[in-house]
Nanobody
Framework: QVTLRESGGRSVQAGDSLRLSCAAS????????MGWFRQAPGKEREFVAA????????EYSDSVKGRFTISRDNNQNMLYLQMNSLRPEDTALYYC????????????????????WGQGTQVIVSS
């Protein structure tokens, strides 16, 4: 069992930057690959970014590649999402998720493969 809590979401202007955080508690954080997903009103939840257990491998959706950076601090049990050059279409509820995997497992983009989810943090980007 692992509990995830996101923070850092707020209202910003287009072009601004924002950093989301996800604090993990419970089982060993380093046993989990981690991901960020988002859901905009009226849309399905979509993959944003993911990172391997040790942080050496990352994946991004095409819509955020080059603008967002996922990172983690296994000593602090923290996951981050640095979001730059924000656009109105980035407006969504952002979730962090944990996927218990072996160390060599690929980084997953499929939300159904993640075992634990936070409650989300709202990001609103105004034009």
């Amino acid at each position: 069992q692992v509990t995830l809590r996101e923070s850092g979401g707020r209202s910003v202007q287009a072009g601004d930057s924002l950093r989301l955080s996800c604090a993990a508690s419970g089982r060993t954080f380093s046993m989990f690959a981690m991901g960020w997903f988002r859901q905009a009103p009226g849309k399905e939840r979509e993959f944003v970014a993911a990172i391997s257990r040790g942080g050496g491998r990352t994946e991004y959706s095409d819509s955020v590649k080059g603008r967002f950076t996922i990172s983690r601090d296994n000593n602090q049990n923290m996951l981050y999402l640095q979001m730059n050059s924000l656009r109105p279409e980035d407006t969504a509820l952002y979730y962090c998720a944990a996927d218990r995997v072996i160390s060599s497992a690929p980084v997953e983009k499929n939300a159904n493969l993640y075992d634990y989810w936070g409650q989300g943090t709202q990001v609103i980007v105004s034009s």
